[in-house]
């Protein structure tokens, strides 16, 4: 062991006892002795050269260079175990691959559809992440991305690769109750139609992160809302559909994300007129990778490269047959 490494013992030590500030609660924590941690701790600062806690009568009190190192110590420890785990789950005979992606998305049109890829690949493992921006690879312990964003911030995402998978379109959808008495025409089950002008009397759910998005409807649909900015906001599209599904009011909302609501009929359009915007969803990878593409070797990959590759295919053919909905008018 390198000289100035500490044991984990002692890391481990430490970090519990500067979580509560008590070397007994430490010892309970860790199933250890008092004096099996005070001596892990004393060895600790020893190797350092400086205190990490002052005695009291009451006790121990983290000094300011403990309550420095503890921040760090704890965060080493988060990420051995994190990393643990993550080797410990990479057990598919076919690899196992890590991607990140966008909340919504990865829960109501990802997750539903891994099975079919499973069913083509039963021996690579997907370990699915949460993200919402973009992020340096080097730093997390992802392969790819899904990322929902403008072909210009997909393209300024730096040591990366893009691919195209589906554009974003929105429509208008509410709870069936909340056009009860509103003037419309039935177009199947899933499926109404009410007047852009009737639209911009009931309450309007926004969505926190596109706030102009129901006047760019209105501006596209030719109706003055003079309250297209107002009402509720919420972060996610998931959010959203839930709110909507009450009947708390109507909400933008690509159909791909709430096809269960739709098919339920918890969820109707509308209004079908369908508001394509800038954003897109993108395949992206470090521009070192070679998922999506054929390996570029003549030789086998190995099978973590080759399940990537594997998933960039699937997701791009998965993502071309994906419904879009109603129809744009």
Wanted: hydrophobic content about 45%; charged content about 20%.
């Amino acid at each position: 062991m390198r000289k100035m490494i500490p044991s984990t013992q002692a890391l481990a030590c430490f970090e519990s006892a500067a979580r509560h500030e008590s070397y007994t609660r430490a010892a309970q924590e860790l199933s250890l002795t008092q004096s099996a941690v005070s001596r892990q701790i004393i060895a600790l600062e020893a190797q350092l050269g400086l205190a990490l806690f002052r005695r009291t009568r009451h006790g121990v009190v983290l000094t300011a260079a403990g309550r420095q190192y503890s921040r760090q110590v704890a965060q080493w420890l988060q990420g051995m175990e994190q990393g643990t785990l993550d080797i410990m789950a990479q057990q598919g005979a076919g690899g196992a691959i890590s991607i990140a992606a966008v909340p919504t998305f990865a829960t109501r049109w990802l997750l539903p559809r891994l099975p079919q890829f499973h069913e083509l690949h039963p021996d690579v493992v997907v370990h699915i992440d949460v993200q919402t921006r973009p992020f340096l690879f080097a730093e997390r312990t992802v392969d790819a991305a899904i990322y929902a964003g403008t072909p210009e911030q997909a393209r300024q995402w730096p040591g990366t690769r893009a691919t195209w998978l589906m554009d974003e379109v929105i429509v208008p959808v509410c709870s069936p109750r909340l056009l009860e008495g509103a003037t419309s025409r039935g177009r199947g089950r899933a499926y109404l139609q009410v007047a852009p002008e009737v639209l911009a009397t009931l309450p309007l759910l926004q969505q926190s992160t596109r706030p102009e998005a129901w006047r760019h409807w209105f501006e596209a649909v030719g109706v003055e809302a003079p309250r297209a900015l107002q009402g509720p906001r919420y972060e996610l599209f998931s959010m959203l559909a839930v709110a909507a599904s009450h009947g708390m009011g109507v909400a933008l909302i690509p159909p791909m994300l709430i096809e269960e609501e739709l098919a339920r009929g918890d969820l109707v359009v509308a209004c079908a007129r369908v508001l394509r915007g800038a954003r897109a969803y993108y395949w992206v990878v470090p521009d070192t990778a070679a998922a999506g593409a054929a390996p570029a070797s003549s030789e086998p990959p190995e099978p973590h490269a080759a399940a990537l590759v594997d998933f960039g295919r699937w997701l791009q053919q998965a993502s071309a047959q994906a419904a879009i909905g109603p129809t744009e008018n």
